[in-house]
């Protein structure tokens, strides 16, 4: 069974850093690709990034509203992917989901998610 | 970027109907479109990708349809477990964007 399970979420001030941790399970992390996705408190979903696998690169994408900010990455000999957000702004506050990534026709699309973690920016 | 717009926003229906949500892409998109349901305060569930292909585990209720830039979901015969938000989203390119969200609501 495909497992995801988020840590590192918690209170931040602005301007400070923070680090998520996504640890994967039950599938060959290696092979996947994985992405980061949030929800402001009330809100839609919004895509924050992905990174591919190294088979395709590893390299990753960001939405416009973190690109600069937050960088993806990952550690296929731990099966975890991870989120660095430097410079957190208020409107950072959300929860953080990551979801395994399924690749197909050179495209990506979302299968599994985890239950997600909550970043709020606060001082 | 490509503007996802769902309509309607939110939609009361009774078990046992059949609902229908549309997701409009801004520019073409051709089938690459998933759509997710989520209950509150958890996490979202991959319904549908590549417009109408079921993710393993939906029930057939559940069915999508579309391509370019329009497409919808159909929920055949709405189940109590079914009342939740949904929302559409394309892959088209390397910018993923979200609808806004439909919820659906006991009537």
């Known amino acids: 069974e495909v497992q995801l399970v988020e840590s590192g979420g918690g209170l931040v001030q602005p301007g400070r850093s923070l680090t998520l941790s996504c640890t994967a399970s039950g599938f060959t992390f290696g092979d996947s690709a994985m992405s980061w996705v949030r929800q402001a408190p009330g809100e839609g979903l919004e895509w924050v990034g992905f990174i591919r696998s190294k088979t395709y690169s590893g390299t990753a994408d960001y939405a416009a509203s973190v690109k600069g900010r937050f960088t993806i990455s990952r550690d296929d000999s731990k099966s975890i992917a991870y989120l660095q957000m430097n410079s957190l702004k208020a409107e950072d506050t959300a929860v953080y989901y990551c979801?395994?990534?399924?690749?197909?026709?050179?495209?990506?699309?979302?299968?599994?998610w985890g239950q997600g973690t909550l970043v709020t920016v606060s001082s | 970027d490509i503007q996802m717009t769902q309509s309607p926003s939110s939609l009361s229906a009774s078990v046992g109907d059949r609902v229908t949500i549309t997701c409009r892409a801004s520019q073409g998109i051709s089938n690459y479109l998933a759509w997710f349901q989520q209950k509150p305060g958890r996490a979202p569930k991959s319904l549908i990708y590549?417009?109408?292909s079921l993710q393993s585990g939906v029930p057939s209720r559940f069915s999508g349809s579309g391509s370019g830039t329009d497409f919808t979901l159909t929920i055949s015969s709405l189940q109590p477990e079914d009342f939740a938000t949904y929302y559409c989203q394309q892959y088209s390119d390397y910018l993923w964007t979200f609808g806004q969200g439909t919820k659906v609501e006991i009537k």
């Open positions: 590549a417009a109408s």
């Open positions: 979801s395994k990534v399924i690749r197909t026709w050179g495209k990506y699309y979302f299968e599994t």
